[in-house]
T-cell receptor, first 113, second 112 residues
């Protein structure tokens, strides 16, 4: 059974803290994605990666960075968390087009106080 | 203009009704299209792919109109369990990788 695992389901952090969100997939997928989902805004792409050590900015990369040192792991980093980064963060992986289907983790709900 | 646009709803329909959702996309070079379903407080999951020839999976029918740049999802004989948010997804190949864009989602509530 395919699986994308996000390390933390719920996190509470303080403004200015560094935050790491980890995502691991066991499907040997090349592509990995980080989205955030907010009410009324839907899923917005933060960063994606199509290969180890490769990364591309999505639509809202400001305030975030990513790391992909191994094929199965894609980390999202908030260097200095701010309250407007309170959100649900969803990691996904996929094979390249044309397969395309995204498999999502269960999400990490981050609250920044 | 947003890359992928959907009516957020909510669509409140009685059990047994037929309901249709549309989604428009702005990038004419988009290559593949999907509908995902997201239940409350859960992650999105693939419902079905969308092909130019149209495709059907039980009570669900998806259509793609490339000329007008929209995709549709038709649900026949709605069940209470169909209540969810339906996300339109558009994939675009660019520079050797795919960029996946989601619509905001259309919320469906099926009423007894």
């Amino acid at each position: 059974d395919v699986k994308v695992t996000q390390s933390s389901r719920y996190l509470v952090k303080r403004t200015g803290e560094k935050v790491f969100l980890e995502c691991v997939q066991d499907m040997d997928h090349e592509n990995m994605f980080w989205y955030r989902q907010d009410p009324g805004l839907g899923l917005r792409l933060i960063y994606f990666s199509y290969d180890v050590k490769m990364k591309e900015k999505g639509d809202i990369p400001e305030g975030y960075s990513v790391s992909r040192e191994k094929k199965e792991r894609f980390s999202l980093i908030l260097e200095s968390a701010s309250t407007n980064q309170t959100s649900m963060y969803l990691c996904a992986s996929s094979l390249p087009i044309p397969a395309g289907e995204l498999f999502f983790g269960e999400g990490s709900r981050l609250t920044v106080l | 203009r947003k890359e992928v646009e959907q009516d957020p709803g909510p669509f409140n329909v009685p059990e047994g009704a037929t309901v249709a959702f549309n989604c428009t996309y702005s990038n004419s070079a988009s290559q593949s299209f999907f509908w995902y379903r997201q239940d409350c407080r859960k992650e999105p999951k693939l419902l079905m792919s969308v092909y130019s020839s149209g495709n059907e999976d039980g009570r669900f029918t998806a259509q793609l109109n490339r000329a007008s740049q929209y995709i549709s999802l038709l649900i026949r004989d709605s069940k209470l369990s169909d209540s969810a948010t339906y996300l339109c997804v558009v994939n675009h190949h660019s520079g050797g990788y795919q960029k996946v864009t989601f619509g905001i989602g259309t919320k469906l509530q099926v009423i007894p």
